[in-house]
């Protein structure tokens, strides 16, 4: 039983919300056509202001949700209407809208309505709300001010933003800064084989997304619809074009751009939009110039082999060895601290004035009773490339089936055959009739259905240059010295060609016109930094200190003393293919005579021979290597050279 100094608080603590709560799961379920079930009382004598008592004289069917209700105000006033939340919080906003109310007092304040029922509730009732002794109006604002939702915060975060003070920039500029700049050794100007490159006012990068409809799924049908004639009308005839995301120089008027076109395959009506998308940096353009000088390349008619671009039309000869040494560039575009920089820096390709006919003749007349494997050793695997339109290929296969009689279906759907086809397309008559055609297999296309096989190329050997050195020049010392002569370039020469590169793009009015129709400017000179000139370095060996000469060589020192600490090659494994059987023996057979003399022990490597020189060849036989010979928790000494 509760006291009767208790009867004050009564609504308070443990006998609020949930008693209410509380009474409401035991109450039965109403079903639909009946009335309210009356609450059950509390007999723990801790009920809320809805339960009867002999002190209050508080109905027990009065429904009231106010903990603080009492029998005066819920006998008179009105039941709360049984309706939803939204409902409710409709009308009061409506109310609020309609008629301005006075400055709350802090008593109304307290039945403020909030963001919860409650606070609805609350507002409903209002005339329920009895005056309560000074000591319990304490505890009841105190709890409400718990209870209460912060209306005003976000208020207040928006003041703040609003009143946020910019930090002092002019100040904490005079903050000391670490500089990341040596200070050792002599200090000297140096030129470097980067030249700037500057970006016109008004220009930049902007980018578009494409949209078409209806939706065109082939990227080269999309590459097609941007360079119709109604949409270059449009947007220019400068632009890059990935076959989603497209690149202008200048902005369009609208932010999004639609155009009619018609698909050239079929003439199906397409409409694409244009929709920008930003301004891109020049941090992000990296990409994008470097498109940019690729054309440059091919405006100034470069020969592309492999990654770099070469000269053909500097070509050095060397006759008395049949090669060919060919100039070429190596660029790239960065940005650094100074902003956008070209790299570029000399490159040399050697090529043979050999064919693939002769070689083939040199094999068999080497060779005759095993001419066909000697013949795959030396070709397969090789790049050659045809002089008729300066591309270069890799030998994959020799098909002995085929020859320049043999018939293939041209783009006209006609069976022609390949000595008819050079003459009608390059003016080349052909030869030998009974050679062999070297086989290349082209890389699939990204967008290429997976049913989709790689494209097959059919080379005729006599009229295929071979380029790269053999095993049998690079172990002449004589031809190595006099390519050497050509290839080994100094200082000086190295920017005397950064200059001659700048020069011929300024004057090449297909270049300029690349680099003017994207607002890109190329400095005449290399630009000049502060370097420095470091002391010389100590070299410590196991007997003795030595001191380089500058030329931070020291290999001779390595003959003459031995390393600090050395590991010898006790168990270590060659893995080689079979082509490359001689080699793998002249490279075993020199470090059995070099490392000794340095200290580290050689013994007999274990060979391991592959069949082909694909990856997984490669794989299986390395985790097979690792599998028997190394143990992970008693570490041995295992070498695997790869060769």
Known sequence: ??????????????????????????????????????????????????????????????????????????????????????????????????????????TEQLAKPGRFSRGIVKAHRQSSIVPMPAEQSVIVQQRSTMQQPDVSGAARATAHTEARVEPPTAEMSKLRTKEFRGKTGKPVSVEVNYVRLGTRQGMGVFEYITDFVPVIDSKRARCKLLSSDSVLELIGRTRVFDGAKLYLPHRLRDMVTSVQTVLPTDGTSVTVHIKFVKITPPSQCMHLYNVLFKKITHCLQLTQIGRNYFDRRGAIVVPQHRLEVWPGYVQSVAEYEGGLLLNCDVSFRVLRSVTAR?????????????????????????????????????????????????????HNDEMITYVDYYKRIYNIEIQ????????????????????????????????????????????????????????????????????????????????????????????????????????????????????????ADWGRLLSQDSPISTINLENWVVVFTRRDVERTRAFVAMM??????????????????????SIDNYVHAIKDVAKDRVCMHQPMSLSLWVK
Request: charged letters at 25%; proline letters at 7%.
């Open 592 to 613: 059995s005579k070099v490392c000794p003399s340095m200290g580290i022990q050689v013994r007999a490597p274990q060979m391991r021979e592959l069949s082909s020189d």
């Open 432 to 551: 030998d009739h009974d050679q062999p055609l070297l086989m290349h297999r082209g890389k699939v296309r990204k967008d290429a259905p997976e049913s989709e096989d790689a494209r097959l190329v059919c080379l005729v050997p006599e009229l295929c240059s071979m380029t790269g050195l053999t095993d049998e020049l690079r172990s002449d010392f004589r031809v190595m010295k006099d390519i050497t002569a050509h290839t080994r370039v100094s200082p000086s020469q190295r920017q005397r060609s950064l200059v001659k590169y700048v020069k011929s793009v300024k004057t090449c009015p297909a270049a300029v016109k690349v680099l003017d129709d994207w607002g890109l400017t190329l400095q005449d000179c290399a630009l000049t930094l502060d370097g420095r000139i470091l002391p010389e370095e100590k070299i410590m060996m196991r007997n003795k200190t030595y001191y380089h000469n500058g030329t």
């Open 1 to 106: 039983m509760a006291s009767k100094d208790d009867e004050p608080y009564a609504g308070c603590g443990r006998g609020g919300r949930g008693a209410l709560l509380w009474a409401a799961l035991q109450q039965q379920a109403r079903r639909p056509g009946t009335e309210d079930m009356p609450l059950p009382a509390d007999d723990s004598g801790r009920s809320s202001g809805s339960s009867s008592s002999p002190d209050s004289g508080v109905s027990s069917g009065s429904h009231s949700l106010s903990p603080f209700s009492d029998s005066a105000s819920s006998s008179s006033s009105p039941s709360v209407p049984i309706v939803g939340r939204g409902i409710l919080l409709g009308q009061l906003m409506g109310e609020a809208l309609s008629s301005p109310s006075p400055p709350e007092s802090p």
């Open 358 to 410: 002769e070689m083939l003749f040199d094999v068999y007349n080497a060779y005759p009773q095993d001419y066909k494997a000697k013949a795959v050793h030396a070709i397969v695997g090789a790049v050659v490339m045809t002089r008729y339109n300066y591309r270069t290929y890799r030998v994959d296969d020799i098909a002995w089936d085929l020859k320049p009689t043999s018939t293939f279906l041209f």
